[in-house]
């Protein structure tokens, strides 16, 4: 693919304590097959749909043992230092570099003021998904967040983003990001509905041909349906999370109904 636009997700990955179940388990559920990691990495492992690159699974590094899994999604920077800059003084956090991953490129781990984790990478020769918006591959990312003030303004502030509200803002809080006018990820303000104990978090979709039978498979894999199925105007999808507890959400693009919101 094309270099992704600044501040557009271009990566995901996810830490498991136990990295062959994980393998074994989105394998059975996306198809994904995957090369040797390498121990200079600590085992990092590219996960790969139809032979084209879709994300990236490790063991739990040293010292983040007891870390719950779950995936992480990165937004695209030329200069992970000078994002880096934009971060912090724009009140989120920097939790991890920047750091340059061999040729492959520059990384930092961040957390936004509504306390969602996210990535951001600099390519080098790694230049992110070859595949997305397809079955087995990453579709969506929504930034779940109790809280949005600070939000709102702080991913237009570190990338050239656009906002753009969705629906009434009220019962339904929702804002759409925008890299050059096209959508790239979300914004959802959690409501009554989701329990108060799930903290905010980023909320991966990767696309699926059939959602029904992906949470079957989710089921009889030894995952968790977290969120039913339902048909909305952007597909029909689910929130599940897998046997060691990754929340992820499975859409089959191809599935609506109704109009989306304006």
Not at 187 to 196: G, N, S, V
Request: hydrophobic share 40%; charged share 20%.
């Amino acid at each position: 693919m094309a270099d992704f636009p600044e501040g557009a997700p271009c990566w995901v990955d996810a830490m498991f304590p136990d990295l062959e179940a994980g393998k074994r388990f989105y394998g059975e559920l996306l198809g994904w097959t995957f090369e040797a990691g390498s121990p200079e990495y600590g085992n990092y492992t590219q996960a790969f749909s139809d032979g084209k690159n879709v994300a990236g699974v490790s063991p739990t590094m040293p010292g983040m043992e007891g870390t719950p899994p779950a995936w992480t999604v990165y937004l695209a920077s030329p200069d992970v230092s000078a994002t880096a800059e934009k971060i912090t003084v724009n009140g989120g956090q920097v939790m991890m570099g920047p750091m340059e991953v061999g040729e492959f490129g520059k990384m930092l781990i961040a957390q936004d003021p509504g306390g969602v984790v996210f990535g951001v990478w600099e390519a080098g020769t790694h230049k992110g998904f070859q595949k997305i918006g397809e079955p087995g591959s990453f579709a969506w990312v929504e930034f779940m967040v109790r809280e949005t003030g600070g939000v709102d303004s702080f991913y237009p502030a570190v990338y050239p983003l656009q906002t753009r509200q969705i629906g009434e803002g009220k019962e339904f809080d929702y804002l759409v990001l925008e890299a050059g006018g096209k959508p790239v990820a979300g914004r959802y303000k959690m409501d009554e509905t989701i329990p108060a104990e799930v903290p905010s978090h980023a909320l991966v979709y990767f696309a699926v041909d059939d959602c029904d039978d992906a949470v079957d498979k989710v089921r009889k894999l030894g995952g968790q349906v977290r969120t039913a199925a339902r048909t909305t105007p952007f597909g029909r999808m689910a929130v599940v999370g897998d046997q060691q507890g990754a929340v992820f959400a499975v859409i089959d693009p191809s599935t609506t109904e109704g109009e989306p919101p304006m």
